[in-house]
């Protein structure tokens, strides 16, 4: 039995929601990345569903944009994330306010 | 004749050169750029007016500044033989007092500085007189106050400068407060700020009303005063005159240049530019003549007794210009432009004069520690002497010629012709009187001023004298091409005039003109005579006078209370509110006031808002998706209904 | 088989600026001295865009336009770029992080925000707002032994990788609905099946992704974190360019694809205005740091040029765009003066300055007047702009309330007047006036200026 389209979808939906939780209430940082991570993978599945069923190969190209960006995107974010540390050896996302108002 | 077009451009591009490299390039060079600007102005105008003469006229756009659906507002010039006739006035005045300022400002720290004022101010001037739309008008009109308040507050480090300077913004505000209300509801009735579109549709204006407060108000009436307002501000009429003669804290240059011949007559350019709209109303042609004719002979009878060389000549100029809307009330458009015209010259070398007089007495301003000059200062005496003998009307000079102009139409216009008339001929006695009471008492008799005074009292430099020789032969000669019928002449300004501005019939004989230019000679000989009897003959007798009506010289001397009674009723009760109302916020200054005087609610709001900016990136998080959620709802809420 | 070889023309300037910038940072790399070569490069890259032919059309399958509307924006990017290169010459050196790549990055974002204007594809305007994206911040990151720059830096990344997440779930969607990425087909699709609620599920995530570039309310919060975090220049560039290429990816998005469901997307972004005139004026009231205030202020600029989208017109599209191009040259004259102040960033460092510096505060009165709106600058013609194709598609309550919160705004840029005008300066502020800054400052004042007497001169 083929699984049908909006189970896909539903899984893309739940990890994209779970990225996005685990990006508001987590402080780590990196978890903070890694959420996003999940959150990018979770659009790739969606993306990936409506292709393999649109039956048009699109979707999985733009699939392939994204992973390279994303790719891309976590190195300049943990770049970013060493200097913040070798500057005030701190992960905590809750530690960086010093702009506000 | 689109080369009219480049008139008003040129000392723009002298102001931007001057302004840019000035300080450290320029420096005392500055004056070249500006009269260069100046100069080739005057050039343009000059033929600009001789192709005017010939008959062509100009209204064409330069381009179009913004333009939505069917509003549009373009920069256009017109030029016509009012404009012809302002452009030669500004243009002549201002190269003058251009280089009349090389020997004046001499040696000033801001000499760049105040040549670019001077620029600026006569491109705003020449942008007022040459545009063929409200909006461009209404341009010029702030431009030329924001380079009056500059030029007034030059030195600004004296605090009576700054003062003067504020003064004249704020005043000048109520002015324009009506003239804004006044072209916003031309634009509103009409749909178009273009004289051409307005003049062509007030005809169908006629008879129109406009509800105001619970009143029917004739509506050409209604914009024709609302734009009077302006013209009563800028022009220093009655009730607002008062900032004019505080304004003279300004270099004297620029009280000639801004505040006797230019930008002060522009209310009367106003009101002559817009003649098709007055004369349709009675009222607002009586509420201009009556103005006019209160304001002349109010100045006029200050003028005798001030003490201030410059404030004499001030109150002469209200009083003078009070003459031009006088004439403007009557129906006369073309004498008042005409007055304005010689009035120009005279009044202009008349603050030379005094400016050549202050230079050599080191900047002393009261005429009764003067006295004697003529010996010392012969250029500066005689172009006076002919300046005030044109103010005072003597026959054959500029001033009797649009001075009697206006009596003669004065004196036709009708029932308040006949008492604006009277007026106008007792105030041409005062003046004649005034006049010459600043030539005896500061030319004439024997030095009153400290022996360092005298010992330093010499000649102005050439740069300065021939300005003034130049003003002279004005003072004398430019009232030639207005010589009437009655004397002989042909009126040539009159018939040039009458395309744009008409001409009053006339129903009186030349006999009766005849008369009234009698009458109007014999109070010019009264005047002089008696100040000649006054201050040569038995010079103790003014003392006798002050003495013997002391009230009215009281009053006369504090110039009718008026600065006393809008302290009074106008700035204390708003200081009070100021300072009551906005406790904390008042800095006794005003731009401080306003921008510190925001609505504390919305300050109290933004700092409530800005607390929700915390620094910390998951709140930043949660507000975004927040909305994300808001918008996803109303999307559902909306979506529901509409699909 | 025949492999078709793409038309590479109207892709030209992408390709070159991408070619040269990477040759930079190869070059940097073995250069001994390292200062000139960014300027260099860049001035080649514009002297080749000029000598290579370029046409307007299609290119790879469709995936990628160039027509009058990308050029317009890209004269505003290229613009951005090369004001932002005359004013960073000697503050980085000053800031002591003249690295070779910081121009070859600002070449990379340029690119990304050029591709942005011309891809009419999901996919290719994806790939063009992440090139710009990281390359953003990588530039906010460039200071990195600075804490503030630090700060800024994760606060945008983290915000801007979360928003481009959702962005892209709004594209997937918008994909699986339309069975297409190109734009012009996916117009064509809901044309005919109309909108559904995925739709517009869809529609508000791919809202909020370009909203967050636009720095829209309520996707601002990074915004003044990160202005006032970044290197003056670079807060400079991304005030501009990032903002700019959101509106060009809007534009294209929301006109050529979902012109169906405008009645929809016009309620989001009149939301999105008034929530962004209101936040950005009422709190850039109470700012003390001039960094800071000019990010409100492009906060509230943002909800000035959303106007011209809510008109929905041909009109309103043309306003927004000549809206950018205005803002575009005053806000990055005051950011000019801003560096020249060399770090000075507190509003009451302004005291005084019209006494030690006349041109200087001249030059800033011109900005602020014509950030309020006043005329005969060119910020009162781009306002008058967008508030007349605003009424004439009848919105004018919302112009009414645009023209109450643009009363506000003259209190925060009046201040700055006042405190140059009319406070005596404590201190003699030491202003670095090099003479590339300066001429940056006096492209900015000449163009706000010609613009605000002669608007046709510039605008369409």
Redesign the interface.
Known sequence: MPIPMEWYLGLGGVIFAVGMFGFLVRRNMFVMLLSIELMLNAVNITMVTFSHYLNDLRGQIFTIFIMTVAAAEAAIGLAIIVTLFRNKATIQADEIKEMNG | MKYAMLIPFLPLAAFLINILFGRFLLKDRAHIVAIAGVFASFVLSVAVFIQVAGGATMNSDLYSWISSGGFRVSVGFLIDPLTAVMLIVVTTVSLLVHIYSIGYMHGDPGYYRFFSYLSLFTFSMLMLVTGNNLLQLYFGWEAVGLCSYFLIGYWYQKQSAADAGKKAFIVNRFGDFGFGLGVILVFLVVGSIQYSDIFASVGSLQGKTFPLFGYEVDLITLIALLLFCGAVGKSAQLPLHVWLPDAMEGPTPVSALIHAATMVTAGVFLVARFNPLFSLSPTAMAVVAITGAATSLFAATIALVQNDIKRIIAYSTCSQLGYMFLACGVGAFGAGIFHLYTHAFFKALLFLGAGSVMHAMAGELDIQKMGGLKKHMPVTYWTFLLASLSIAGIPGLAGFFSKDEILWMAYNGGMIGKIVWVVATIVAGLTAFYSFRIIFLAFHGSFRGTHEQEHHLHESPSVMTVPLAILAVGAVGAGWIGIPQALGGGNWIAHFFEPVLGHPHVHGTHAEEYMVMGISILAAALGIGTASYFYVMSPDMPKRLTERYKQIHTVLWNKYFVDELYDAIIVRPTKWVASTILVGFTDAKIIEGIVNGVPSLIQSFGMKLRKLQTGYLQHYGIVLIFGLFVLISIAFIAGTKTH | MNIPFPDLTPVLPEIILAAVASLVLLVELVAVRKGPIGGIGIAVALFLLYLLPYTHGETFGGTFVSDAYSDWFKIIFLGNLIMTTLASFQYIQRQHQDFGEYYSVLMFATCGAMIMASSRD??TL??GL?LMA?ST??LT?MK??D??S??????Y???G???S??L??G???L??LT???DIRQIGAHIATT????AL??S???I??GFA?KIGA???H??V??VY??APTSVTLFMSVGPKAAGFAAIGRVFYEGLGALQ??WT??FI?LSILSMA?GN??????KNIK?MLAYSAISHAGYALLGIVAGTTEGLTAMMNYLLIYAFMNIGAFCVVITMDCRNDLDDYNGLAKNH??LAAVMLIFMFSLTGIP?TAGF?GK??VF??AV?AGYTWLVLIAIIFSA?SA?FY??VV?NMY?KPGAVRVRVEGFPTVLAALLIAVLAVCVIG????VALR
């Not at chain 3, 630090?150 to 606060?155: D, F, L, R, S």
């Not at chain 3, 009422?282 to 700012?287: G, H, K, S």
């Open positions: 999901l996919i994806y790939v992440e990281l911040f990588i990151a990195r032994h804490w503030w630090n700060e800024a830096a994760i606060k990344f983290m915000l990788a979360f928003s997440a959702i892209l779930y594209f997937a969607l994909y699986g069975t297409s990425t109309g909108p559904n609620p517009l599920l529609l508000v995530l809202i909020a967050f309310v309520p996707f919060m990074w003044p974190d006032e975090g009645p929809d309620t989001f939301i936040v009422i709190v850039a009231l109470v700012q800071r006349p041109l005969p013609i008058f702009n007349m194709a004439h506000i209190f009046l201040h006042m009319m007497v002669v608007p046709s």
